[in-house]
């Protein structure tokens, strides 16, 4: 079982580029996330999914898109990069099957952009 | 937006040292979980607390949900340098759509022989 995979594990981007970062799912998850992670600020949420067909703005929206095409896809897209949007990104599901239900998470993005 | 503060930000002890690491809100939470996250990994749960005062314990680690459910800590007796991580507390909100967590800011720990 592969659980989270991201795509690309890192890279380097020109500022002004158009970024998509891939996210896939094999658990039939229904709720996916999107965080970046910046050294002194923790985990902070992007966009999520709670199911396939919705999508809602977290913490930290601005310059990104997602979309939820189908239950197992969760891209994260920059338009056009900044360099703040130097950080690493990590991709969860949830089964939102319970009240308190653990995030599982992929293995990352390292994005740098000059 | 609510705030997770967690403290000490780093930490660095020497193996069989005990430590504890605090994790606070002003806001209430329905939950309060703890992950741990390796370098180049992402971060894995440890544990879920729910009721205030609710204390679980883990091999060596003691987790503990305040009573008011705003703040949390995590002890670890004897540390090991297999213990060496960062440690993420998370607040959970019931919401529509399921369990929303706020990361707190995260503890780096280094345990050294």
């Known amino acids: 079982i592969a659980g989270i995979t991201q795509a690309p594990t890192s890279q380097i981007l020109a500022a002004g580029r158009r970024m998509t970062l891939r996210c896939t799912q094999d658990m039939r998850h229904n709720a996916m996330y999107w965080y970046r992670q910046d050294l002194g600020l923790g985990l902070r949420l992007i966009h999520y999914s709670n199911t396939a067909g919705t999508t809602g703005k977290g913490e930290v929206p601005d310059g990104y898109s997602v979309s939820r095409a189908n239950t197992d896809d969760f891209p994260l897209t920059l338009a056009s990069a900044v360099p703040s949007q130097t950080s690493v990104y990590f991709c969860?599901?949830?089964?939102?099957?319970?009240?308190?239900?653990?995030?599982?998470f992929g293995p990352g993005t390292r994005l740098t952009v000059l | 937006t609510q705030l997770l503060e967690q403290s000490p930000q780093f930490l660095s002890i020497q193996e069989g040292e005990n430590l504890t690491v605090y994790c606070n809100s002003s806001s209430v939470f329905s939950s309060l979980q703890w992950y741990r996250q390796e370098p180049g990994e992402g971060p894995v749960l440890l544990v879920t607390v729910v009721t205030g005062g609710e204390v679980k314990k883990l091999k060596r680690l003691t987790f503990q949900f305040g009573d008011a459910r705003k703040d949390s800590s995590l002890h670890i007796t004897a540390a090991q340098p297999g213990d060496t991580g960062l440690y993420l507390c998370a607040g959970g909100e019931l919401t529509g759509g399921g369990n929303k967590l706020t990361f707190g800011t995260g503890t780096q720990l280094k345990v050294e022989l």
């Open positions: 969860a599901s949830s089964p939102q099957s319970g009240r308190f239900d653990e995030q599982f």
